[in-house]
């Protein structure tokens, strides 16, 4: 596996049950943390209250008090230093993930001619990051019926322009659509439909960004095998065998049962990959 392409398998760490929600909930974890070392210092006080007023009497009540303490406390640094352990592989996972990110990113931009490299910016901390609410990411699928009915217009225009070759006003009007509605349910498919818009117009740079984005935005969504497939096929047509063959590759490895694996399939083959 390449070195950029580190960022897909962290991404599917962070996917996994459990993992994700701490990962956008780092906040949380900490609070967490903060709660246990309060409690612990309340258990030694309370150990020591017990320990000096015992004395020298056989209570056996008193006795089976300070046992439960010691258990207690022994369970709680056992938390706390799985939770610190936790932390900390949360905190890696996402450094490393957002880093590579960055740096495929920046190698698109290098590609692209007029792209300024210094205008790109940080990149966004997987999760979030230090973020007071998790970034936008696309919901689960839901009925059509919950979609405005000028959302699902405006949609389907933007669908019926690429379909009729119209590419230019297609990739605007998915462009437009994101910006308009934010966190829709069609923001993934939008796009890569806009991908599909720029390479139709011959700028398959930011046909690749696009399909990134779009990728990025659900990775375990129905369309992140077709938006992995394409982002692949157009790195190998921008020159990027290495990373086209990685990518591709990595389709059917996350989604083997997807229909875009037979295209990856095929893709390589034409990149001649091994």
Known sequence: MSRWFAPLVIAAALALPGTGVLAQDAETLADIRQEMTVLFVEVQRLRRELSTTGGASSNLAGAGALDRLNAIEAELQ?????????????????????????????????????????????????????APTPPAIAPAPQPETQLAEQERADFERAQEALASGDFRAAADQFETFNATYPGSPLSVEAELRKGEALEGLGDVRQGARAYLSAFSLDQQG?????????????????????????????????????????????????????
């Open 78 to 130: 056992r938390l706390t230093s799985k939770t610190e352990e936790l932390e900390f592989r949360i905190n890696r996972v996402v450094t490393d993930g957002t880093n590579r990110i960055g740096d495929l990113e920046f190698r698109l931009c290098e590609l692209e001619t007029g792209c300024d490299i210094g205008a790109l910016g940080d990149t966004p901390s997987l999760g979030g990051g230090d």
């Open 222 to 274: 129905q369309h992140a095998p077709e938006a992995l497939y394409r982002l692949g096929a157009a790195l190998g047509r921008l020159g990027q065998t290495q990373e086209a063959c990685v990518t591709l590759a990595e389709v059917g490895v996350r989604f083997p049962a997807a229909a875009s694996v037979t295209d990856a399939q095929s893709a390589m083959q034409n990149f001649g990959c091994s």
